[in-house]
């Protein structure tokens, strides 16, 4: 393990390794998955827990039709919004997004985050993931833009009769290497938050108020926008094509690459 880690990209490490079957796969035989992202929030967890339980994502995900995929019902296990310190009157505070589920599909946790930003806001309502998870009234996705994969971790991962074999040695360095990024990123935040702190206290001694900080989650959101004219509601935005629609225009192409065939 020791080996393949120095050839991995730095934030790749390789904690353990066990025989498999021939048929074994890490995408479609694991049983439970748990995904990750520290995010800067508030307001959330009453709509996060609208996710918990067996629904059709289809609004809440990349449909990918034409890899296959049709059925959109995944079982969300558990989503929690805890925070990661105790300064709650912090605008930098931080907080942590947990997902459990049994299985996601193709971009459903950013676009599940990207919708909780918009209620998290003031924006929405949190009354929007009841409507967007009733596929009889919206059988639409509306057009919305994902939270980024910045803060996103596939944190955990389950599955049934696999005996890991874990190397002493390889935790020891895995641990010196996270220290290692720990440190170099804890000197990069630090910095930039001592001048942060400089440019506020600036404001506070001599040019008033600070506006703090409307536009945190820019990078962490593409549909990020403040509260304005210019802000359209979800459910009066275009929408893509139904799932439906979908399936009959791949089958539509599907013959006709057989006819020219």
């Given at each position: 393990m020791h080996i393949l880690?120095?050839?991995?990209?730095?934030?790749?490490?390789?904690?353990?390794w066990a025989p498999v079957t021939a048929d074994?796969?890490?995408?479609?035989s694991c049983l439970q998955r748990t995904s990750k992202g520290s995010l800067d929030i508030s307001r959330m967890q009453a709509a996060a827990q609208k996710f918990v339980g067996e629904h059709d994502f289809r609004n809440f995900c990349k449909m990918d039709v034409a890899g296959?995929?049709?059925?959109?019902?995944?079982r969300i296990l558990s989503f929690d919004i805890n925070p990661l310190d105790n300064s709650p009157s912090s605008p930098y505070q931080m907080h942590e997004v947990t997902i459990t589920g049994l299985a996601f599909l193709w971009h459903q946790v950013r676009c599940?985050?990207?919708?909780l930003f918009l209620i998290g806001s003031g924006l929405e309502d949190v009354m929007l993931v009841d409507k967007m998870l009733d596929i009889e009234k919206c059988p639409r996705k509306?057009?919305?833009?994902?939270?980024?994969?910045?803060?996103?971790?596939?944190f955990?991962?389950?599955f049934e009769d696999v005996n890991w074999q874990r190397d002493e040695q390889a935790y020891e360095h895995l641990v010196s290497h996270f220290q290692a990024l720990w440190t170099a990123q804890m000197v990069r935040a630090t910095m930039l938050r001592r001048m942060?702190?400089?440019?506020?206290?600036?404001?506070?001694?001599?040019?008033?108020t600070p506006t703090l900080p409307s536009?945190?989650?820019?990078?962490?959101?593409?549909?990020?926008?403040s509260k304005s004219k210019s802000y359209k509601p979800m459910m009066s935005r275009q929408t893509s094509a139904s799932l439906d629609e979908l399936i009959d225009y791949h089958q539509s192409k599907r013959r006709r690459l057989d006819e020219e065939d």
């Open positions: 880690n120095k050839l991995l990209p730095e934030d790749i490490r390789v904690l353990a074994f796969s890490a995408r479609f296959g995929t049709t059925n959109f019902r995944r599940m985050v990207g919708v509306p057009q919305y833009g994902m939270a980024s994969e910045i803060p996103l971790m596939l955990d991962c389950v942060l702190d400089s440019l506020e206290y600036s404001f506070l001694t001599g040019l008033g536009s945190q989650l820019a990078p962490l959101v593409t549909d990020q926008k």
